[in-house]
């Protein structure tokens, strides 16, 4: 049975593998949220899912293609919603159900 360590490196070399073996398409197909799905990543490298995140070689490595691939224009970085917008468009929202229940009950 093979220690952690030695592990830990074969799902490093099957990374390297699968990584040389795929296409601009295929990462594209597998890309989720601007990063590559974790889950269709170990499928394809053989390991499990946890690997990707507690092998730190692996995570480098899988973080260099992600970099790669952005910089190659193939996906970009997640853009996320600034909190300050998400309260405006909130209290946006609650003024305008406001106004409806208002009319509503004028309605009626």
């Known amino acids: ?8 490196q074969q799902n ?3 990374f390297e593998v699968w990584q040389a073996t795929q296409t ?10 601007g990063q590559l799905n974790r889950i269709e ?3 394809g490298v053989g390991c499990g899912k ?11 490595a899988l973080k260099s293609l992600e970099d790669s691939l952005r910089e190659r224009g193939l996906y970009h ?18 003024q305008r159900i406001a106004g409806f229940l208002i009319l509503n ?3 009626y």
Do not use: E, H, W
């Open 24 to 33: 601009d398409d295929d990462f594209k197909q597998i890309t989720f949220k």
């Open 50 to 60: 946890s690997a990707l995140n507690q092998n730190p070689a692996l995570r480098k």
């Open 77 to 94: 970085r997640c853009q996320k919603v600034p909190k300050k917008r998400l309260i405006y468009r909130s209290n946006m929202i609650t």
């Open 1 to 8: 049975m093979a220690s952690g360590q030695q592990k830990a």
């Open 12 to 14: 490093l070399d099957a």
């Open 41 to 43: 990543v170990a499928k």
């Open 105 to 107: 009950v004028y309605l």
